[in-house]
Nanobody, 127 residues
């Protein structure tokens, strides 16, 4: 079983940038697709971005396309989410997740593809 720990959240102003990290330990996370999801108060958890195990394929929600970039360093078992041009509507708890299907060649954008989740990190964007 893999364990995931997110970091890098905080309080920023609109237009600022943040980089989230997700450190993985346990089973070999480098052979699994990874994803970022977020949940705002009173809303359902939603997909943000995903990356295939090799890093060769990425997938983004329309709301973050062009502003957020997902990447991974398999040698460090770490997943990243670079968030630029942040907006108040990006305010949420951000979760990283590991795919339940090893060596999937693509990057799934639905939560049921993932079976391991971190505890989340809060991102707050003030206007």
């Amino acid at each position: 079983q893999v364990q995931l720990v997110e970091s890098g959240g905080g309080l920023v102003q609109a237009g600022d940038s943040l980089r989230l990290s997700c450190a993985a330990s346990g089973r070999t996370s480098s052979t699994y697709a990874m994803g970022w999801f977020r949940q705002a108060p009173g809303k359902e958890r939603e997909f943000v971005a995903a990356i295939s195990w090799s890093g060769g394929k990425t997938n983004y929600a329309d709301s973050v396309k062009g502003r957020f970039t997902i990447s991974r360093e398999n040698a460090k078992n770490t997943l990243y989410l670079q968030m630029n041009s942040l907006k108040p509507e990006d305010t949420a708890v951000y979760y990283c997740a590991a795919d339940k299907n090893p060596s999937r060649s693509w990057a799934p954008g639905f939560s049921t593809a993932y079976d391991t989740w971190g505890q989340g990190t809060q991102v707050t964007v003030s206007s």
